[in-house]
């Protein structure tokens, strides 16, 4: 009988480090062992509920409730490996990719609320109102979503049948690089899972388990932020609020 924090730790490292499974250091239980809680924890819901465990005591820690009342939507797109097979995959036209593309909802600290991997050529619409429906059963407290151009008035209109307002952030009319309000929570928070190696490029056969792989990473994250451990990177901006108002 392995340690289950060991177990976690192997999966936490391959997670950050982005080395392949039997490439795990011989400190840690056989790659078999590991992969193997990894499967299971992602089919039976453990990753899950350990990840949305930490979230709400991150919130509470931040002054919040547990339960969010506003989410900001967005998506990525990532190249694919070699062992993905060709029917999850798809082109995203628009930056030129052939891969995945994670769907993701944050709270305004930038925290993660739902995810859907997708083929990249999925537009952001048809799964945007996808993970609308994800936000309504996990978060029903959520009356308010804010999202970029790329979700069409079908979006919004989906909101409206779930009661979520879903509002667009248009990009500001101007040359340069500009913060926009709302967006950039969510923007973040793709950057700090492009800091995961395993997540640069989508190593996961299975969608359902590249989806637990983004759980796991976030897990990470918010296991430092609760512990104070700090990073190299990201750590001095980790879970600065938006500082417009908020929900």
């Given at each position: 009988m392995h340690d289950?924090?060991?177990?976690?730790?192997?999966?936490?490292?391959?997670?950050?480090?982005?080395?392949a499974w039997a490439y795990l250091p011989h400190d840690f239980p056989p790659h078999k062992t590991v992969y193997d809680y990894y499967a299971k924890w992602e089919a039976d819901g453990t990753a899950e509920a350990l990840h949305d465990?930490?979230?709400d005591q991150v919130r509470v820690a931040n002054g919040?409730?547990?339960a969010p009342?506003?989410?900001?939507?967005?998506?990525?797109?990532?190249?694919?490996?070699?062992?993905?097979?060709?029917?999850?995959q798809g082109i995203d036209a628009g930056k030129k990719i052939k891969g995945?593309?994670?769907h993701i909802a944050t709270d305004v600290l930038g925290l993660l609320l739902a995810v859907v991997v997708t083929a990249a050529s999925v537009q952001d619409?048809?799964?945007?109102?996808?993970?609308?429906?994800?936000?309504?059963?996990?978060?029903?407290?959520?009356?308010?979503?804010?999202?970029?151009?790329?979700?069409?008035?079908?979006?919004?209109?989906?909101?409206?049948?779930?009661?979520?307002?879903?509002?667009?952030?248009?990009?500001?009319?101007?040359?340069?690089?500009?913060?926009?309000?709302?967006?950039?929570?969510v923007e973040r928070t793709l950057g700090w899972l492009m800091q995961h190696r395993r997540l640069v490029r989508d190593y996961e056969t299975l969608p359902q388990r590249s989806r637990t792989m983004v759980h796991w990473?976030?897990?990470?994250i918010m296991s430092r932020v609760l512990t104070g451990e700090s990073t190299q990177t990201w750590q001095n901006d980790l879970l600065k609020p938006d500082r417009t108002t908020q929900k």
């Open positions: 289950l924090r060991e177990i976690a730790n192997a999966i936490l490292y391959v997670c950050r480090t982005g080395i465990l930490l979230r919040r409730s547990a009342t506003a989410a900001i939507l967005d998506s990525q797109s990532v190249k694919t490996s070699c062992n993905v097979n060709e029917s999850s995945r593309k994670r619409s048809a799964a945007g109102k996808e993970l609308l429906d994800h936000l309504a059963v996990a978060h029903p407290g959520v009356s308010m979503a804010w999202v970029d151009g790329g979700y069409k008035d079908e979006v919004v209109r989906h909101g409206v049948r779930l009661g979520i307002r879903v509002e667009v952030v248009k990009r500001i009319a101007a040359t340069g690089f500009h913060v926009l309000p709302r967006r950039w929570v990473a976030m897990t990470n």
